[in-house]
């Protein structure tokens, strides 16, 4: 069966004791209308100073699902249909978020146009492909709640695995009876890391199948049906590295160059270019083996740039 989930029962965090707005089978799909992270708090257009977050309610989650058939210790494999964004979303800079918080003091927050259905522009004649997915996918861990929207947990949760698109799939461990899957936080792209706090943020319409699979894994698991950030892998890349015995002062080394290599040959803001770098390039730990210092990268695709 499909089932159309009622997009008027969402709430913003896990709680085991929430009665179930849906219950299915195993081999069912259902169909979701999400709404962004931010909904209502935030307008196309606004300013920072418009805004009105409240990150106690800033997502709004659809659930849980109830699949008949789940036990703690199986498996819930969700095979991801469908993806497209609405009208228009947002991104921006939070004080004392984010991976550079010292670096950018000043809240930032920008609108985006994503009405052709195809791309956004992020700065002027830079063009991010969508590649849209839900930042946040989980079922309810066991232990009492309730708890907190983000961060992730051990059942799944607040991810933000940016390859998660339709025509992959995503397998979640299973911990109360009937897994109690939950979902939102859309994102019409991202990049690996999320660095700047916020990918583009947007409303989704959302298909996705469900299965139980009697089998236990030990932590969420995926597989793509093809490469890794297709809309941008043409083209080459710049990169840039951060060498440093702490992983995250490497990612912090890593994208300040990137930001500093925006502003100085391609003429961006700061904020602009952080933002930009939240939603197109990827953090990788480039070496992690080398006597106790690492190298981490930042890469960032030369296809949506006007130069190219």
């Not at 929430?18 to 931010?38: F, Q």
């Not at 930042?135 to 949760?157: A, C, E, I, V, W």
């Not at 995503?170 to 990918?199: I, K, T, Y």
């Not at 950030?229 to 300040?256: C, F, N, Q, S, Y």
């Amino acid at each position: 069966m499909e089932h159309e989930i009622d997009p008027t029962r969402f709430h913003h965090n896990w709680d085991n004791t929430r009665e179930p707005t849906l219950v299915i089978a195993s081999g069912d799909l259902v169909a979701y209308d999400l709404h962004m992270a931010g909904w209502r708090q935030i307008h196309e257009g606004d300013r920072y100073e418009d805004t009105t977050f409240d990150f106690d309610s800033i997502y709004p989650l659809l659930g849980p699902v109830f699949v008949e058939g789940a036990q703690p210790g199986d498996t819930l494999r969700l095979d991801i249909l469908e993806m497209t964004p609405g009208a228009w979303g947002w991104c921006g800079i939070e004080p004392d978020l984010g991976l550079l918080p010292d670096d950018f003091p000043e809240p930032f927050v920008k609108t985006f146009d994503l009405r052709d259905g195809k791309a956004a522009e992020v700065a002027p004649g830079i063009r991010v492909p969508f590649s849209p997915f839900l930042g946040t996918m989980g079922n309810h861990p066991d232990g009492d709640g309730p708890l907190p929207s983000f961060p992730p947990h051990k059942g799944g949760g607040n991810m933000d695995t940016r390859h998660l698109t339709a025509g992959s799939t995503l397998w979640l461990p299973v911990w109360l009876d009937g897994a109690l899957f939950s979902c939102g936080d859309p994102h019409a792209m991202q990049g690996d890391g999320e660095v700047c706090l916020a990918a583009l943020e947007c409303d989704m319409r959302a298909r996705l199948r469900f299965t139980v699979e009697k089998r236990t894994i030990s932590t969420p698991r995926f597989q793509t049906s093809g490469p890794l950030a297709a809309p941008t892998a043409d083209g080459g890349h710049h990169g840039t590295m951060g060498i440093d015995p702490d992983l995250k002062e490497g990612a912090r080394k890593a994208v300040r160059a990137t930001i500093e290599w925006l502003g100085e040959e391609h003429g961006l803001s700061r904020d602009d270019a952080y933002v930009l770098c939240s939603l197109a390039g990827d953090l990788k730990i480039l070496e992690i083996v080398d006597a106790g210092v690492y190298n981490v990268g930042f890469t960032f695709p030369l296809s949506i740039l006007p130069s190219r």
